[in-house]
């Protein structure tokens, strides 16, 4: 599971005094400016007493996760000559795009290290956070920046299942309460997803994930997007897709048609009553004279690859005989 909360796992430090932890091992920290040697990295180096010391009253520093990293807040150490009080916007990035996730938050900063209270962000995993910060008249100076999670209890977690298939996994799960879309991430690797799909609001019972190699084992989380920001991560759930192994059931209302080419190869579907009775409509129509002399016929099952759809395009003239085999119920 992605959490700012791995230093059970050594991935991050705390700081003494400060609360929640460090950013995780591998965070890359930039800024909009800084001042001779005073890099970002030093807001980030769990050491109080290097800085990261913009070149402006006004400024930003960004921080990059390896992981998409879970918090509900932030607290900066941070240094102002003369004392000022700063105004700090924090903004998470997600999928991508940042976005705003606490109100601008005022933080009286003395001319030492000064350990500002805590500022509460939307809760949420997010891939970078971003902080911008107003000195008024002093330059913006950040000692440290620590993240943590505190609990809530207005997230519950989602509880998802993963159920596999023939090249696909079926993930089921509760809908969660105005949610506006979901995402799943996905990967072959336990923690590491590398793989995005997103599922409308509707899809949380019965969400496929096609495509997937069969015998290989993959891993699944998803979250749901509510009022624009992304939930926390439910539980990791992990399918491997076989094939063969759990064949469609053959219904009563499916058939087998063969078809016998004049050069005596056989074409093999499988169709639906329906598509089957279109076929026999436009057969017995051009043995008639009339219609196309073509016919397109839908693959399904035999349909590999990232193709939307895929037709055996079957010539009338072509054709010397057919043959139907209904599945029995
Ligand atoms: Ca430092």
Redesign the pocket.
Known sequence: MPSALAAEKGETNVVEKMKGFTPPKGTIASSGSQYTTYDPK??????????WWSRGFTDYIQLNFPNPTEFNFVQIAGYASPASNTNYTLYGLQNGTWKVISPKETRYVRSEVTITDPIEAATGAYEGLKIEANGGSSWVNI??ITLGLTNTTDNSSIDMKAVPGDSQVTLKWDEVKGAENYTVKYGTESGKYTETATATKDAYGDFIIPGLTNGTKYYFVVSAKVNGVDSKYSNEASATPQGGNQPEQPSGDRAILVVTMDNGLDKEFDLSKKELNAFIAWYDAKDAGRGASFYAIDKHSNNKGPFSNRKDYVIFNKILTFDVSEYSK
């Open positions: 030093y807001a980030i180096d769990g050491n109080l007493e290097t800085k000692h440290e």
